[in-house]
Structures are given as structure tokens and as C-alpha cells.
T-cell receptor, first 109, second 113 residues
């Protein structure tokens, strides 16, 4: 029972453009989600979160949108930079974190 | 100023030979977690300690054990590693359980020969 799904294993975006990473979820009464970013040879680091009292949360170039009716969230990065190249995990917060499989973002010049 | 430290970064062991992975933290967090992540899969929680209380996930094999001798250190013991246990093992900490922000170490990549 995969409660958090990231259906795109990879995404390639040109520098300066928008990156949109998607995540779908199931079985959630209380919607609280996190995005983590992971560089090679490093552990995941917390990026941004969103709860069900909001449908949008913004932090600089990063914005997360939550569509509760569709059980879908997305992370927007605008403008994308080469340093954003990493694996991005969405995670659902229950009594523990349930992670998706990640999307590898590559931002090319 | 490393906050969550994992040693070693790479570990090679033989099939069936016990191996221990270590994690230490300088954050003085109450909770320490161990995750297993296989290639192209999501990190999967194995167990966590809330202070001295050990919480095992229902589907974590008995082959995996953990020890937390003090607040700063936590160990993952694999009693008889199989080929299927080759993975990245991530340690994480948080102040309280289910707190949204967990701080991860860099991971230990385990190879089983």
C-alpha cells in the first residue's frame, strides 16, 4: 500500500525555467506534508512543508501547492538553478514519515 | 558543525557476518530513527528510539536490531546480513516523535558480498 507516490522518477529543466515536481497520496485524514531535498552522498534535508489549513506555502523560490480534493501536492521551483539538481522526496506526516520514491531533478544551463 | 554523523560511510560485509552501523548526533534530540533505502525506492522506517523507548516497525525483520546507549549514539545491528540487505541506511533525529522536521545523516551504504 504505497501511500505516497511520485510517479516521475526524473525531470530535466533548463536553468531559469520552472520546475514542477508532483506527488499523490492516499489514506490521509490529516494532511501534512513535507518536501525533502537530497544531494548525492548527503542525507535528505528538509525543504518546505504544507498543512491542510493552507493550499499554498511559499519560501523564496520554492512554493508547494496542496489540492486536498485531488490528494495531490506539487513543488514549484522558480527560477530553477543548477544547484537545485538533486533528488526531491515528498513525505506524509502521520505517526511517522512516509516517503515517496523521489524525483531526480536535473537543471541544465 | 556536523549534526548527525554516520560511520562508516561505506561498509562491506560478507553474507551472514554480523555488522554494526553507528550514528551520533550533536542536537540533543530525543528521537533517533533508522531508515533503509534501496535503490530507486523510498526510505523505509525500520525503528526508532524515543529517549530509551524502542519502537519497532511491524514489518522490520528480526535480523535488524538497534541499541541506544545514550542520547547521542544509536547503533544498527544486522545479525546475519543477506544479499537483500544491501542498501543505504539513514539515521535521523527529531526533538519529538512525529515532529515534521527530521534531521538526517549522510547515510551508510552497505554492500553484502
Amino acid at each position: 500500500d504505497q501511500q505516497v507516490k511520485q510517479n516521475s522518477p526524473s525531470l530535466s529543466v533548463q536553468e531559469g525555467r520552472i520546475s514542477i515536481l508532483n506527488c499523490d497520496y492516499t489514506n490521509s485524514m490529516f494532511d501534512y506534508f513535507l518536501w525533502y531535498k537530497k544531494y548525492p552522498a548527503e542525507g535528505p534535508t528538509f525543504l518546505i512543508s504544507i498543512s491542510s489549513i493552507k493550499d499554498k506555502n511559499e519560501d523564496g523560490r520554492f512554493t508547494v501547492f496542496l489540492n486536498k480534493s485531488a490528494k495531490h501536492l506539487s513543488l514549484h521551483i522558480v527560477p530553477s538553478q543548477p544547484g537545485d539538481s538533486a533528488v526531491y522526496f515528498c513525505a506524509k506526516v502521520t505517526d511517522k514519515l512516509i516517503f515517496g520514491t523521489g524525483t531526480r531533478l536535473q537543471v541544465f544551463p | 558543525d556536523a549534526m548527525v554523523i554516520q560511520n562508516p560511510r561505506y561498509q562491506v560485509t560478507q553474507f551472514g557476518k554480523p555488522v554494526t552501523l553507528s550514528c551520533s548526533q550533536t542536537l540533543n534530540h530525543n528521537v533517533m530513527y533508522w531508515y533503509q533505502q534501496k535503490s530507486s525506492q523510498a526510505p523505509k522506517l525500520l525503528f526508532h528510539y524515543y529517549d530509551k523507548d524502542f519502537n519497532n516497525e511491524a514489518d522490520t525483520p528480526d535480523n535488524f536490531q538497534s541499541r541506544r546507549p545514550n542520547t547521542s549514539f544509536c547503533f544498527l545491528d544486522i545479525r546475519s546480513p543477506g544479499l537483500g540487505d544491501a542498501a543505504m541506511y539513514l539515521c535521523a533525529t527529531s526533538r519529538e516523535p512525529a515532529e515534521e522536521t527530521q534531521y538526517f545523516g549522510p547515510g551508510t551504504r552497505l554492500l553484502v558480498l
